[in-house]
């Protein structure tokens, strides 16, 4: 009855994993991928509204749908998922969009495995109940990086923040099941793994024995891995147990996402953030003895209520000072039902967008300096593409770096971990040359 899925997705990368889930879930029931929403007989939206550009973008992809609805009747699901659904708005949106059949919350992929089911009654095929048979989705069977949650939810509950509302308390999956997933993953070739949460070092509060150091040693272990990873973590929760493992594993990368998002100890009280400015800059410190060469990107709000201009350029200097790697700068946006949205959003527009251009700026010139001491050096690249337009192949260097590897049509590299010799360097990538096998590291 059902035979082709499509699946949207915008959002962050839990989204991402969870689409990717879904889709290895629909294809278990026999369902194949088509590229077009207007093909296919199951169309899913994974949304996002941590702000409300993400919200709007996604009403209005799911509204341009309504018209298939329509004419298909029937023969079309549309299921809508993600923090737009969360776990409790899916009591009032089928008020405002009736046209959608299902409604399922983030992380909950079988929800719309038993709804089709259901539906479809014997002409689906049995799903695959065992994550050893965890397979990567059509299409993708060729991939080389993988996200895997393990924390999911969050507990912190910044003021700012909806994700909360949205996906919940956190909880940590159990160790067994997330090991049995990424060997499943290593076992069909992939080569790294990014162990995801919002807040990825609260893994284990709730497990006797366990925690986020440990588990990311267990994860170092599967056989097949070139690179681990991990992301968020909050100041608050990082600790020394975890630099260590960083700064000991060697398939652990020195890399760290570490939201700052305000560099003023009164906005931070304000956002509910539970550190301050001194113990973010001590933190980095920490990582940067431990792990010499760490990449540590940070996400920032700017104009959040009531931020003065003496208190955005305390965030402009922290960023300056600690020349951190990559920031995700974002203009505050309030949000239902959190703490700040009682307040009023009293920094205009404008104003918002020129401290963002400021800092993007700022960022700009601290990463074409940082990149600067790239090229000359040689550098461990995973492959993880090839990009037709440029006939360079793309990858990541351990910390994070994105280089663009020119190899003279040499064998395909996908997945290698190669020696890259780096010719040019901007801001935000690198261009190198591949080398023989076998060449040192600088
Ligand atoms: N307004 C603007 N940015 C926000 N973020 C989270 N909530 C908001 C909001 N209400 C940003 C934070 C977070 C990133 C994922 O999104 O910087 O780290």
Known sequence: MYKKYHIWTIGCQMNVADSRQLASRL???????????????VIVLNTCVVRQQPEDKARNRLNSLKPLKLSRGDNLVIALMGCMVGKKEAETLPDEFPFVDFFLEPSKPDLLVDFLRAKGGDALLPVAEDLEDYRLPD?????????????????????????P???????????????????????????????????????????????????????CQVDGLARVRFMTSHPAYMDEELITAVAEEPKLCPYFELPFQAGNNRVLQEMRRGYTREEYIRIVKSIREKVPDAGINTDIIVGYPTESEEEF??????????????????????????????????????????????LDQL??????????????????????????????????????NLVFVEADGAMPL????????????????????LQEKGDETV
Not at 388 to 400: A, H, L, N, S, V
Not at 417 to 427: D, M, N, R, S
Request: proline share 5%; hydrophobic share 35%.
């Open 165 to 219: 509302y949205r996906r919940g308390p956190d909880r940590s999956r159990a160790p067994e099941v997330i090991l049995k997933e990424v060997r499943a993953l290593a076992a069909q070739g992939v080569k790294e793994i990014t162990l995801l949460g919002q807040i990825v070092d609260r893994y284990g509060m709730e497990l006797e024995e366990w925690n986020l150091a440990k588990l990311l040693r267990a994860v």
């Open 363 to 400: 960022v700009e010139s601290i990463l074409s300096e940082k990149n600067g001491r790239y090229p000359g050096r040689t550098v461990e690249v995973l492959v993880e593409s090839f990009q037709e337009k440029t006939g360079r192949w793309r990858g990541r260097i351990p910390q994070g």
């Open 139 to 163: 299409g993708e069977e060729n991939a080389v990086c993988a996200f895997v949650p393990i924390t999911l939810g969050c507990s912190h509950v910044c003021s700012y923040c909806v994700i």
């Open 313 to 358: 350029m305390d965030t402009y200097r922290l960023l300056e000072e600690l020349r951190l790697d990559v920031a995700h700068i974002a203009k505050y946006s309030p949000r239902p039902r959190t703490l700040s949205s009682q307040q009023e959003d009293d920094i205009p527009g404008e104003e918002k967008e020129r401290r963002r251009v400021m």
């Open 414 to 433: 996908a997945g290698e971990l190669v020696q890259v010799a780096i010719t040019w360097a901007g801001p935000y990538s690198m261009i190198g040359t």
């Open 27 to 41: 294809e278990s029931l026999g369902l194949t991928e088509v590229a077009k929403a207007g093909e296919a007989d």
